[in-house]
């Protein structure tokens, strides 16, 4: 069994995880990723390739030698936080992965899931795409031209399976379907810009660990990802320094669309 306090950060996406992890950096007793991270493509690799190896095929499979293998990457990849009483790894893909993640643990997880209302993270978006559009092309436009060329087309794609959008709701939903919720903290969007610090007390709650006193009000970006060179999107990660409510606009920003992605909130 890995003897550490791990958490993890795994929800939808436009829906505060890069704010949570800025948040949650401020805790000196934490350390919390900078960047979306990338164990779980790491560990999901190595275990997709592990008995499809001819050597391991002749050998015999042996699922003891793949547990310290996956336990050797997890410990690697996440040494520099082994200072910490606390590391928060945050990755997409988690929630699929709750198994494997078990498996490398030797104990139940737990994964924070930062959630919100899908016309309004498609409205975040579609605002996103608004204020770039200008300048660069999304990649998604270049496999879905004609699709992209109106709101309804790119809510669609967004929201499609193997979109952003689409996935994640899939994955958090796949994962309550397998059982997972008291695996899972949900955390609102509204309610983590409008109630900060009642949303922290819940998380570290739910972590059973100490609660920190945050400063909402001055809150530094911590997180790094060059969105503009790797996604073409300006501001993806970027946050403000004082956490505030922020106008639900879906129905401004979607108009009649909206509608068709309200009340699909399965965590609630």
Same mark, same amino acid.
């Given at each position: 069994?890995?003897?550490?306090?791990?958490? @993890?950060?795994?929800?939808?996406?436009?829906?505060?995880?890069?704010?949570?992890?800025?948040?949650?950096?401020?805790?000196?007793?934490?350390?919390?990723?900078?960047?979306?991270?990338?164990?779980?493509?790491?560990?999901?690799?190595?275990?997709?390739?592990?008995?499809?190896?001819?050597?391991?095929?002749?050998?015999?499979?042996?699922?003891?030698?793949?547990?310290?293998?996956?336990?050797?990457? %997890?410990?690697? $990849?996440?040494?520099?936080? %082994?200072?910490?009483?606390?590391?928060?790894?945050?990755?997409?893909?988690?929630?699929?992965?709750?198994?494997?993640?078990?498996?490398?643990?030797?104990?139940?997880?737990? /994964?924070?899931?930062?959630?919100?209302?899908?016309?309004?993270?498609?409205?975040? %978006?579609?605002?996103?795409?608004?204020?770039?559009?200008?300048?660069?092309?999304?990649? @998604?436009?270049?496999?879905? $031209?004609?699709?992209?060329?109106? =709101? +309804?087309?790119?809510?669609? /794609?967004?929201?499609?399976?193997?979109?952003?959008?689409?996935?994640?709701?899939?994955?958090?939903?796949?994962?309550?379907?397998?059982?997972?919720?008291?695996?899972?903290?949900?955390?609102? @969007?509204?309610?983590?810009?409008?109630?900060? +610090?009642?949303?922290?007390?819940?998380?570290?709650? @739910?972590?059973?660990?100490?609660?920190?006193?945050?400063? %909402?009000?001055?809150?530094?970006?911590?997180?790094?990802?060059?969105?503009?060179?790797?996604?073409? /999107?300006?501001?993806?990660?970027?946050?403000?320094?004082? =956490?505030?409510?922020?106008?639900?606009?879906?129905?401004?920003?979607?108009?009649?669309?909206?509608?068709?992605?309200?009340?699909? +909130?399965?965590?609630?």
């Amino acid at each position: 069994m890995i003897e550490k306090n791990f958490a @993890f950060i795994s929800g939808l996406p436009r829906s505060g995880s890069t704010l949570l992890c800025n948040i949650l950096a401020q805790n000196p007793e934490t350390k919390v990723s900078k960047a979306t991270s990338g164990l779980h493509d790491v560990l999901f690799g190595v275990r997709n390739q592990w008995d499809r190896l001819i050597e391991h095929q002749a050998e015999g499979v042996d699922s003891t030698r793949l547990k310290r293998v996956l336990q050797g990457i %997890f410990h690697g $990849y996440l040494h520099d936080g %082994f200072a910490y009483p606390l590391v928060i790894d945050k990755g997409r893909g988690w929630l699929s992965l709750i198994e494997m993640l078990e498996f490398v643990l030797d104990k139940k997880c737990k /994964i924070i899931c930062p959630v919100r209302d899908l016309a309004e993270i498609l409205a975040s %978006f579609e605002k996103l795409w608004r204020n770039t559009t200008a300048k660069t092309q999304w990649n @998604f436009e270049k496999n879905d $031209y004609f699709d992209a060329q109106t =709101v +309804e087309g790119r809510c669609a /794609i967004w929201a499609h399976k193997d979109q952003p959008v689409g996935l994640a709701y899939n994955r958090v939903k796949d994962a309550l379907q397998r059982g997972y919720s008291d695996r899972m903290h949900f955390v609102e @969007f509204n309610d983590l810009t409008s109630y900060p +610090e009642r949303t922290l007390e819940g998380i570290y709650k @739910f972590l059973n660990v100490a609660n920190f006193k945050h400063d %909402f009000d001055n809150v530094t970006q911590y997180t790094q990802e060059d969105d503009e060179n790797v996604h073409r /999107i300006v501001g993806l990660h970027a946050i403000r320094p004082k =956490v505030l409510p922020v106008p639900r606009s879906a129905t401004e920003t979607l108009g009649e669309v909206a509608k068709k992605y309200r009340n699909l +909130e399965v965590w609630r």
